[in-house]
């Protein structure tokens, strides 16, 4: 297995566009959690799924971010529109199980001039 | 509410000195606490979880219910340990929650 894969690795916007950034978890995993790291607060959990449905969106910071998980195989995190603040690495992680050891893919590092 | 605090935002120390990164949490219940690291252009990766009360790469880590504490700490430092640590937890009504902290990077110098 790839491991999880994000998709786009770096991703440069201006404000105020649509930005979608993509997540493929380890097949088999039934948890799916996206975060924001930054040097100021570290790695912020926005949301997580539980066999694709959303379980706590309450990390996601404003109306203007979206997840969706339309299959096991797939999530999206979007942000519309963007802003300068939105600049941060994005991560995305999958588990087995609850408890168990989550595993992240490589990022995605968000610019957003 | 659930919460990881990690005091130190930067730790340096020569190679061979004693590292401890410190973790605080608040949660009511019985938490599963991990330390995840990560190298320089390098994944997040699990390095330990209390619940395995093992050593790696020489680092060891007590869950302290008392302090709600559950540090890191290795004898002897490494320079290839240089790297960003986060400490976790996973619990709550919704077990699988998983919550870091703000992250401690630490930095053995030669």
């Known amino acids: 297995d790839a491991g999880v894969i994000q998709s786009p690795r770096h991703e440069v916007t201006e404000m105020g566009q649509e930005v979608t950034l993509r997540c493929k978890p380890i097949?088999?995993?039934?948890?799916l959690f996206w975060y924001r790291q930054t040097m100021m607060r570290g790695l912020e959990l926005l949301i997580y799924?539980?066999?694709?449905?959303?379980?706590?969106d309450s990390g996601m910071p404003e109306d203007r971010f979206s997840a969706k998980m339309p299959n096991a195989s797939f999530s999206t995190l979007k942000i519309q529109p963007s802003e300068p603040r939105d600049s941060a690495v994005y991560f995305c992680a999958s588990s087995l199980r609850a408890g168990s050891e989550a595993f992240f893919g490589q990022g995605t590092r968000l610019t957003v001039v | 509410a659930q919460r990881v605090t990690q005091p130190e935002k930067l730790l340096s120390v020569f190679k061979g000195a004693p590292v401890e990164l410190k973790c605080n949490y608040s949660?009511?219940?019985?938490?599963?606490l991990f330390w995840y690291v990560q190298y320089s252009r390098q994944r997040l990766q699990l390095l330990l979880r209390?619940?395995s009360r093992e050593s790696i790469k020489g680092f060891t880590a007590d869950l302290n219910k008392g302090e709600t504490s559950f540090h890191l700490k290795k004898p002897f430092a490494q320079e290839e340990d240089s790297a960003m640590y986060y400490c976790a937890l996973s619990g709550g009504f919704t077990r699988g929650k998983l919550i870091f902290g703000q992250g401690t990077e630490l930095s053995v110098k030669p």
């Open positions: 097949s088999g995993h039934d948890y």
């Open positions: 209390h619940i």
């Open positions: 799924f539980n066999n694709n449905v959303p379980i706590d």
């Open positions: 949660y009511s219940g019985s938490p599963e």
